[in-house]
């Protein structure tokens, strides 16, 4: 398999050493994944339809650093989940965004 994507919407098996190793069988489910990391920057990156400052948003480590380190910062948006609110104008989305976000916690 190959390791194709921008690392703030790859899947966190993609981010790891056998993933940048196209050693991870990509699946369904890698899709699926992929879009919610892209609705997840959507809910809290942008407010109103324009996107915000990304250095001041909770997924700024996204878009910086190593696969690892972008693993980790989602690792960490997956750990605090229950802390986390969308921006206000995607409130109602970053509820719908949270319940994905939990599946690919499990």
């Not at 910062?73 to 609110?85: A, G, H």
Request: glycine content about 8%; some cysteine; hydrophobic content about 35%.
């Amino acid at each position: 398999a190959d390791c194709t994507g921008t690392t703030p919407y790859m899947p966190l098996d993609f981010l790891t050493d056998k993933g940048f190793e196209g050693k991870i069988r990509r699946l369904y489910r890698h899709e699926m994944e992929g879009f919610i990391w892209i609705f997840t920057v959507a809910c809290l990156a942008y407010d109103e339809g324009a996107q915000l400052d990304i250095g001041k948003t909770k997924v700024a480590g996204f878009f910086s650093g190593t696969y690892q380190s972008v693993s980790r910062e989602k690792s960490d948006i997956l750990r605090n989940l229950s802390e986390i609110t969308g921006q206000p104008s995607y409130f109602a989305e970053f509820f719908v965004c949270k319940t994905l976000l939990r599946w690919i916690s499990k």
